[in-house]
């Protein structure tokens, strides 16, 4: 055993939740924040120019707040992921919080104030050589700002926010927290019972899992029904105070993207769902059956007597550093300084919440990863996906705060990358057809989440937004609209669906944003762009760093025309990528031709 599965937190804070450095980050935060705010409201531009030296200041500190806030921050989340009822975590995040918002009003002031120059005197102030690092972060904002409310009005918006859009989004982890799914005499957790009926061989275990699991949501169905009207609700009221009733704007202003990639996007996947119905007959057919149901789609195929292969956590490590090694030496040396440094919590124990992330720490220079290490492949493929995350950051912790700020749909781009290398390394070292038809299967069934899953999620929203717009949906009305979007997502190609699957989807709760689905989409399909350049482009590490550090200084468009070369809005670089999921896919159906039942 060589290295710890165990993250070490002490050096962030030292002494846990009770940490004396914590309490103290937190008072320096809180005396700064009101001389900050008064500084930015008495600001003018007429006494600050020609040298800015106040301006200059200002977004200094306000940087450094940002980073205090997302250090304590992150270190209170990491506690509750492996303390999960720890009584001291909600009251340290509500004060968090408040500090948030507080610091939010410093935002919202200085982005009036911005919004409050005309064209040439804000060309000028950005101009300012130590203000034009960070010139796109400030022109965003004062795009942004131009629709911003009174400040009065402001700050009540976003302390309605905490008892209202936050106080809905933490209901539902309340609610969720209390979902046990019987499993004969055993209570499943929710967490436990979705990882049974999406991984278990055995399909009648994971039909009747499911079955408890659908009962169990069913149970809740109405609390959640409230939860998600009025979490949607508010958010459609305060869209509505800004002046716009487009439910989509928010989302792609923070993606930084424009309506028409989003479009194309989802037009080229609409387009290429045969390949991937092709999968699903073939893999119905290997598991015996004629269509799969919405539970088997995850299953692993496993064909003769191959078993999968599992690995312990060292072997994992070595593995993802030499995968890595072959693509950038810098991104093997930020791994393998993860794993000796004991950045990442991997250790399967009781009292640990589900998933998995990364979360970067502003103020130490480096990040943590969070998850649970099965040794399965698609652990190992976690591990590398999580890493891409932490690889990012490091690669962009110099920068100002605000040039670290990337977007949602490029968030997923390096760890997607990352996943890439190492599942397309598996697949390539496997030593069997048994083996290699187990891991294209597993690489294939990703593609299914992204062309499949995560569209049907999208167009539930987008349906539910509209719908929410007009009245409140009951418990039908949206098991119905859920249905409807399964079904077209998944070109009707199983015989059974989980309606209740806005209900079950802790993604459709979040308070700070909405359509947390077509980033995975995107961000997929943007680094298996990016995975191809890397294979034909020589001294690729130089590109790809040089792309990570622009994901906070333009748009997403934009970035892809400067690094890649290729325009989003138009369907080529999309089909590209469809096109390598149906080269993966007509090698499954090869390889598996002689092994159907
Ligand atoms: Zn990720």
Do not use: C
Not at 394 to 419: G, H, K
């Amino acid at each position: 055993m060589t290295y710890s599965e165990q993250w070490d937190l002490e050096s962030i804070f030292t002494g846990g939740i009770d940490s004396p450095a914590l309490t103290q980050r937190l008072a320096t935060i809180t005396a700064q924040i009101t001389p900050l705010l008064a500084t930015v409201r008495a600001w003018q531009y007429a006494k600050d120019q020609p040298k800015f030296t106040v301006m200059t200041q200002i977004t200094e500190q306000l940087q450094m707040l940002e980073a205090g806030l997302k250090q304590t921050d992150s270190f209170v989340n990491m506690i509750q992921s492996t303390d999960e009822r720890n009584p001291q975590v909600m009251p340290m995040m509500g004060r968090i919080n408040a500090l948030g918002n507080s610091v939010n009003q410093i935002e919202v002031a200085l982005t009036k104030k911005l919004v409050g120059l005309t064209e040439v005197e804000f060309a000028s102030l950005v101009a300012t050589p130590a203000l034009q690092i960070i010139k796109f972060n400030l022109t965003e904002k004062r795009t942004s700002g131009a629709t911003l409310l009174d400040a009065t009005t402001e700050k009540l918006i976003n302390q309605f926010a905490l008892d209202g859009l936050k106080g809905w989004s933490d209901h539902y982890d309340s609610i969720v927290a209390e979902v046990q799914v019987p499993d004969g005499q055993t209570l499943l957790s929710a967490g436990q019972a979705q990882n049974k009926f999406e991984s278990d061989p055995d399909p009648k275990v994971r039909q009747r899992i499911f079955k408890s699991w659908y009962q169990t949501w069913e149970r809740y169905s109405p609390l959640l029904t409230d939860t998600l009207n009025h979490l949607a609700g508010f958010r459609l009221t305060e869209y509505q105070a800004h002046g716009t009733t487009d439910y989509l704007k928010k989302p792609l202003e923070t993606s930084r993207m424009q309506s028409a990639t989003l479009k194309t996007m989802w037009a080229v996947v609409s387009q290429n769902k045969a390949p991937l119905v092709a999968f699903l007959k073939r893999k119905a057919a290997l598991m015996g059956k004629t269509q799969l149901a919405w539970y088997d789609t995850w299953a692993p195929v496993v064909v003769g007597d191959f078993k999968p292969q599992t690995y312990t956590y060292d072997e994992a490590a070595a593995f993802i550093v030499q995968q890595f090694k072959t693509f950038s030496p810098q991104m093997a040396a930020v791994a393998q300084k993860a794993f000796e440094n004991r950045w990442i919590e991997a250790e399967d124990r009781p009292g640990k919440q589900p998933g998995g992330y990364m979360t970067d720490l502003p103020e130490t220079n480096d990040f943590r990863i969070f998850m649970t290490f099965d040794g399965t492949p698609s652990g190992v493929a976690t591990l590398a996906h999580e890493l891409g995350h932490g690889f990012h950051t490091m690669m962009i912790n110099d920068l100002p705060s605000w040039r670290q700020d990337y977007a949602m749909n490029v968030a997923e781009t390096a760890s997607t990358f990352a996943e890439l290398i190492v599942s397309d390394a598996t697949v390539k070292a496997a030593q069997s057809p048994a083996a290699k038809i187990n891991l294209l299967d597993q690489k294939i069934t990703n593609a299914i989440d992204m062309f499949m899953n995560i569209h049907a999620r999208f167009l539930f929203e987008e349906r539910f937004y509209a719908a929410r717009q007009k009245k409140l949906q009951t418990t039908a009305e949206l098991k119905a609209l859920m249905l409807v979007a399964q079904k077209e997502a998944y070109a009707d190609a199983l015989t059974d669906y989980d309606p209740l699957f806005w209900a079950d989807k802790q993604h459709f709760f979040f308070d700070d944003v909405s359509f947390y689905n077509f980033p995975y989409t995107f961000g997929y399909l943007f680094s298996m762009g990016i995975y191809a350049k890397a294979q034909t482009t020589p001294d690729f590490e130089a590109d790809y760093i040089a792309l990570l550090r622009d994901t906070a200084n333009m748009s997403t468009e934009d970035l892809a025309q400067k690094h890649l070369s290729v325009d989003l809005t138009q369907p080529a670089f999309w089909q590209a990528a469809a096109d390598s999921i149906a080269a993966d896919v007509a090698q499954f159906l090869a390889l598996t031709e002689g092994y159907q039942e």
